[in-house]
């Protein structure tokens, strides 16, 4: 059972153009981020959630630009240069077994990533995602749609914890193996605007065995307000982990 | 302008039939468990999401069934007994001023809770709340839908903490004066299947000042097996101090 459930697992896993091509590291990015499944997989070409939409404001249009270009102007300095690379963004898993029994068909075919369930642009996360070419630095440009209140007119503190799961999670699979995320610690210091757009950026602060250990924060775009900070926590598992539950 | 904004606040809110009735309670609850705000704020009834509905699976009707079992056979014992209350849900919170100036009329008008913002019966978070008579703690069954998927086939890490967000600050705001989620510290143990049911338990731990201290567990519905832990810190705030952003 574990077997045949691994080699559905790896069916059609294509690594994405950028980062390790280990068969390890394929099965580490199992948000849309982390899987970096290829449109192959699906019966028709999936949406890329993290390229620009007509909902993104100057600010998200403005920062986007910015760390593109650094990655395109980088193209032909090799290595050594300190560049981005956006990494792209679907709202589709693999198809999966969990706690040794398959998940209900009805599951399986509507299960989307919970950062990218809703495909009304803007009303919910709208964010991109780069990571530098020596990935100790992810940085996610981030806009918090209508959708994701909590106090009146801000963000829920749920929603800027997703967004601190993914952007460290997804950094600390671009580092190794499949991960889980083992804590997540957030100091919430001052509540997001509904609507507006901040800049979420991750630092890798140490790695011990199979642990990594991530610092966060979240701040306005200019950097003169710090929203939120967290440090994360990931460990590095095995696949049969994971068909286990 | 903030004076002007502090009656916009709290013009209509009316004070739920459960918990405090002082006015600074009133706007304690801004999640729409927190804010409590009544059908006479909208055009038309909202929809309360924590009742019943086909989505639910048998484990989740089971236990709304008990805990409500519980509230009811209680009424005629008066305050001494432990029994439960369970807190009504909707999706939308108040037209708020932020940060000195008013959100877009387009983003008020839009503005939906976090948690509550598909209307697609259990597709995402399908949960209800009791609160014990003595308020030291809370309890929610929550039933995890399909677009909240993480690792395949799991509830993401931030649809747990959104979850944990949720039970513990209304928890806390139960208690007091409105309160800001300051820190929300999570250990992941095991991973949450998308389907399942499991029970999300906040105990208070202390109170000192304006702090709340808050712990909380995310376990199986039958107890064997423990999802999440988690401690969590609120701290009251003054009105304007919302107002300020």
């Excluded at 699906?42 to 620009?52: E, G």
Aim: glycine share 8%.
């Amino acid at each position: 059972m574990a077997r045949s459930a691994i080699g559905r697992l790896f069916a059609g896993l294509r690594c994405l153009p950028v980062g390790n091509t280990q068969l390890q590291t394929q099965c580490s990015r199992w948000s849309s981020e982390r899987t970096g499944v290829e449109a192959s997989m699906f019966s028709h070409k999936p949406r890329d959630f993290s390229l620009p939409n007509p909902s993104w404001g100057e600010e998200m249009k403005r920062l986007y630009k910015h760390y593109n270009l650094q990655s395109e102007e980088a193209a032909g300095q090799g290595e050594d240069g300190e560049w981005w690379t956006r990494l792209p963004s679907y709202n589709r898993s693999l198809k999966y077994a969990t706690g040794g029994v398959y998940l209900s068909k009805m599951i399986q075919s509507k299960a989307r990533l919970f950062t990218r369930n809703i495909r009304d642009p803007g009303a919910a996360f709208e964010y991109v995602l780069f990571f530098r070419n020596d990935k100790q630095r992810c940085l996610c440009i981030f806009q918090a749609g209508h959708l994701l209140e909590g106090p009146p007119g801000h963000v829920h503190g749920g929603a800027i914890a997703t967004m601190i799961d993914t952007v460290t999670g997804t950094h600390a699979s671009l580092l190794s193996a499949p991960v889980m995320t083992a804590n997540l610690n957030i100091n919430y210091r001052s509540p997001i605007p509904l609507g507006s757009t901040v800049l979420i950026e991750s630092t890798l602060d140490k790695e011990e065995g199979k642990k990594k250990f991530i610092s966060c924060k979240v701040s306005s775009t200019d950097g003169s307000k710090l929203h939120t900070e967290a440090t994360a926590l990931f460990v590095s598992i095995s696949v049969s982990h994971l068909l286990r539950g």
